[in-house]
């Protein structure tokens, strides 16, 4: 029985190791060509917080795992409101600026709308896939073209992420490190895949409720780490820029870039009722956007209500 565990801790740590190091390439490959700092920030950074799903989403969906695949995407976006937001709150109660933030909210709750009466059906189509990732496409470049005061954030957020990754490789290494990187994520996808099914079968539970919980936190674990350095440098828009740009590219890009290559086949019955939670938990986005001071005291109550879902997840 503990067998299926050790494997799943040995995949979560080669995983988080392997995104290191392909991130930190990237964004070393980026600065060599001189692409702008703003750019690397809201495109390459904010890639970077969904790289563990998109690895676990290719690889599930490649060997027919549609609810492992949805599980985690549902189950990473309701953790990165409920679960890290609220914990970095808790380290660092901080003033929210919703004015830079507003319409990256509205982005957020529409994308999470889409996604959900998308898939109402039980199904992702290849066409619906395209739609998604055409989303996360115009958003991008709604991005670029936006005002000097994104900008500076996001430039911000991109020397923030800088510190979180620790620094850069040499040049010539960036190439050999990128490819490293990349195969090792997909090889860690797949033992984590492989352990969440056997974790699944051990426990008698469905593969989704496995996904929701157990891998979908693991994999929501560049978010905590970039939170937290965020809250200690008292970086507040960072912090929730960087939640909200992960739950959107979660979302669009990884569900609809891996739909694109391997459309969702059948899901397992109750699919309506997780859909409607991860509605009701990224609406919790809208205190912290809006009001200026969150009270630990809202946070812990999010925090409760997190855990007390997840408990009803392997009760039920």
Known sequence: MLI?????ITGIILLYFSADILIKSAVRLAELMNIRPFVIGITIISFASSVPELSITLVSLSHHHSDIMFG????SNIANV?????ISVLINPKQLHAKVLSRDVVVMIMATILFCLLLIGGKLSRWEGFLLFSAIVLYNLSLIHSSNLRKSKAISHYQTAKLFLRGSYANWKCYILLILGFIGMIYSAKIIVKSA???????HISEMVVSISMVAIATALPELGMAIVS?????SDILLGNIIGSNIYNLLFVVGFSSMIFPAGSLAPGIFLKLLALLIFSLFIIPFALKKNVSRKLAFLFLLAYAGYIAVLYLT
């Not at 985690?72 to 189950?75: H, L, R, S, T, Y």
């Not at 409920?82 to 609220?86: E, K, M, S, V």
């Not at 099914?197 to 426990?203: C, G, K, N, Q, R």
């Not at 809250?231 to 970086?235: E, G, P």
């Open 197 to 203: 099914i056997s974790i699944a079968e051990t426990l």
């Open 82 to 86: 409920a679960l890290i937001l609220p």
């Open 231 to 235: 809250s200690l440098r008292n970086q």
């Open 72 to 75: 985690n995407i549902i189950g």
């Open 4 to 8: 299926p565990f050790l494997h799943f």
